[in-house]
């Protein structure tokens, strides 16, 4: 159970969580018309997924350093509270699909929109395999898009961090208890 998970997996997984969860936002409003400024800075979702890396290596180290299989991860899974399942399974399912999202509508096959003054506007076309000159609305998608790729990785490995932490969290728990079996029946259904 979460309340007697260590405290430090606990705060850690809030590391990963919690920004994981902002950057999904973040990227669900550049869906929003005229929010997503047409100058936007790749720096800052770069910025993003760079701290995300001491987070998630961290997390995949708890976890590669309590030496479990897929089952005892699924156990331990299935161990932590309804809501915390509930809510960790629905985080990873919106920031996969924040990703995958990055590809639907009519212009997800365009990438690296570029302005090129005087009104001309250019972008990757993956149809055709070449560089092609769009129109503003098409542009701003494509600048939508591509900002919405990168707060979805950053947000996926922020998500992925937090679960495995409480995941890891769980089998040290079970471990201090002398075995590692769960203290509990693992729900069903």
């Known amino acids: 159970m979460l309340t007697r998970m260590k405290r430090s997996y606990l705060i850690h997984a809030g590391f990963g969580l919690v920004p994981g969860g902002a950057l999904i936002l973040l990227a669900a409003l550049t869906w929003i018309p005229g929010l997503v400024p047409p100058q936007w800075n790749p720096g800052v979702p770069l910025v993003a997924l760079l701290l995300t890396l001491p987070v998630f290596v961290t997390a995949m180290a708890r976890l590669l350093l309590a030496r479990v299989s897929k089952a005892t991860l699924w156990d331990a899974f299935r161990c932590l509270p309804g809501r915390a399942q509930l809510g960790l399974g629905g985080g990873l399912v919106a920031a996969v699909a924040t990703l995958a999202s990055t590809f639907a509508g009519p212009y997800g096959h365009f990438q ?53 932490v409480l995941l890891a969290g769980e089998i040290r728990r079970w471990d201090q208890a ?5 203290d509990r029946v693992p729900r069903t259904g």
Do not use: I, K, N
Not at 113 to 123: D, I, K, M, V
Not at 136 to 162: N, S, W
């Open 178 to 182: 002398g075995d590692r079996e769960p």
């Open 112 to 164: 690296a929109p570029e302005e090129h003054g005087a009104g001309r506007y250019l972008a990757w076309d993956g149809a055709v395999r070449e560089t092609v000159e769009v129109s503003h609305e098409v542009y701003l998608a494509v600048v939508g898009a591509d900002l919405r790729m990168a707060l979805g990785m950053g947000a996926t490995l922020f998500v992925v961090a937090g679960v495995a």
